[in-house]
């Protein structure tokens, strides 16, 4: 059962343009939503995370909006690039139980920023 | 320096073989997993360790056993490998106490032939 839901599977975006990636999830004990980034070859590597105190945080052109009624956490990608071309997973995960520190990864969304 | 490393980072081999798979982490960190990226890019974790001890060992086959031999390594060996088995293998390293980052290694391409 995939804890975490992850959409759309592929997106193409033009230059400058705006990436939205959108996950959701049912488990309220996650407390933790990092999203990770993989470029062809590589290991995924953290990008941004949040927690479910704040609705929104930002870094640079990556913006994590958070919707916990709603369950629900999307990337914003402003003003994209061609190197932002890579493979993006949400994930969650919290922090008491036997799972501690378990990330619980979305099935992964393919972004291609054509130049 | 390399925070997650892994050998080899490209392994083929025959069906019904027994390879291995290294990982060693320079980060002080208390925590490794193996995860495997199938060529969906679909990530499954199998393992985790903390401080040497299993945590989480995810449905896998008992053909799959992990082992660490102190904190800063996991290693991931496989015993009569199957066509299945062909994915990227990725070891990752956290705190997993304070619920922070984890960090990837470069991956090991797995072919099976």
């Known amino acids: 059962q995939q804890q975490v839901k992850q959409s759309p599977q592929s997106l193409i975006v033009q230059k400058g343009g705006i990436s939205i990636i959108n996950c959701a999830y049912e488990?309220?004990?996650?407390?933790?939503f990092p999203w990770y980034q993989q470029f062809p070859g590589k290991g995924p590597a953290l990008l941004i995370a949040?927690?479910?105190?704040?609705s929104e945080k930002k870094e640079g052109r990556f913006t994590i909006s958070f919707n916990k009624s709603a369950k629900q956490f999307s990337l914003h990608i402003m003003d994209s690039q061609p190197g932002d071309s890579a493979t993006y997973f949400c994930?969650?995960?919290?922090?008491?139980?036997?799972?501690?520190?378990?990330?619980?990864f979305g099935r992964g969304t393919q972004l291609t920023v054509w130049p | 320096d390399t925070a997650v490393s892994q050998t080899p980072k490209y392994l083929v081999t025959q069906m019904g073989n027994d390879k291995s798979i290294k990982c060693e982490q320079n980060?002080?960190?208390?925590?490794m997993y193996w995860y495997k990226q199938d060529s969906k890019k679909f990530l499954k974790i199998m393992f985790s360790?903390?401080?040497?001890?299993?945590?989480i060992n995810e449905t896998v086959p008992n053909r799959f056993s992990p082992k660490s031999p102190d904190k800063a390594h996991l290693n991931l060996h496989i015993n009569s490998l199957e066509l299945g088995d062909s994915a990227v293998y990725f070891c990752?390293?956290?705190?997993?106490?304070?619920?922070?980052?984890?960090?990837f290694g470069p991956g090991t391409r797995l072919l099976v032939l």
């Open positions: 994930a969650a995960s919290k922090a008491r139980g036997s799972t501690l520190g378990r990330l619980y």
């Open positions: 980060l002080g960190h208390d925590t």
């Open positions: 488990n309220t004990a996650f407390d933790y």
């Open positions: 949040i927690r479910p105190d704040v």
């Open positions: 990752a390293s956290s705190h997993v106490t304070i619920q922070e980052t984890q960090y």
């Open positions: 360790y903390n401080n040497k001890e299993l945590i």
